[in-house]
């Protein structure tokens, strides 16, 4: 089994102050997850292999989660008086990889001999809290997620095959959310997105 699961966060604290009147006074808060240079987040490989002997239940499972949870958030009670333009944005990107094989020679593959599953679980948020009062150019708060999740299963060969040999599957369960509490707003203020995607 192979799993990530990280904390990932980035936030302006509690009650603090920021003034940049300068006319290239930008804020941005950005929290994200991304596909590391490998390619998956999360990847797990099994095989089992035999010759001439019984392979019992569940002989070869590989399980790839990913249960990380990515957070941007203005919190309660700041005052932003700031020229340019405020950003606060989550974003997570995943790629979960599991794969399964079964091999025997001569030999029988019991029940459910070869399983492969991935699955995300990733939670998305960008917020601002209650009593935060901005004064900007404009206010954006993003959260967007995107989650791919592979499986693939191999049954065995050579022999008598019996049961469920082969069975991959796939889950994504993943809450998005922008959102703010209360608060003060001054400039332009768009309402916030929260695309998702599935990738199957």
């Known amino acids: 089994m192979a799993e990530s699961s990280p904390t990932i966060q980035a936030w302006i604290g509690k009650s603090d102050t920021l003034t940049d009147t300068s006319s290239s006074g930008n804020v941005t808060v950005t929290a994200s997850q991304i596909v590391p240079a490998s390619g998956d987040t999360a990847y797990a490989y099994s095989t089992g292999a035999s010759g001439a002997v019984l392979l019992g239940v569940d002989a070869s499972v590989a399980t790839a989660e990913d249960n990380g949870s990515v957070t941007a958030y203005i919190d309660n009670g700041s005052q932003l008086t700031i020229a340019g333009d405020i950003s606060v944005v989550a974003s997570n990107l ?101 695309p998702a995607y599935d990738r199957l």
């Open 94 to 194: 995943t790629y979960q990889d599991a794969e399964s094989s079964g091999v025997t020679v001569g030999g029988v593959l019991g029940f459910g001999d070869s399983t492969a599953h991935a699955d995300a679980g990733t939670s998305t948020d960008a917020h601002i809290g209650t009593g935060v009062h901005v004064s900007s150019g404009s206010l954006q708060v993003n959260a967007t997620g995107h989650d791919g999740d592979y499986a693939k299963t191999k049954a065995g060969s050579g022999g008598l095959v019996s049961g469920n040999a082969s069975e991959a599957s796939t889950d994504t369960t993943r809450p998005c959310r922008p959102g703010s509490g209360e608060l003060n707003l001054h400039g332009r203020f768009p309402d916030g997105q929260c």
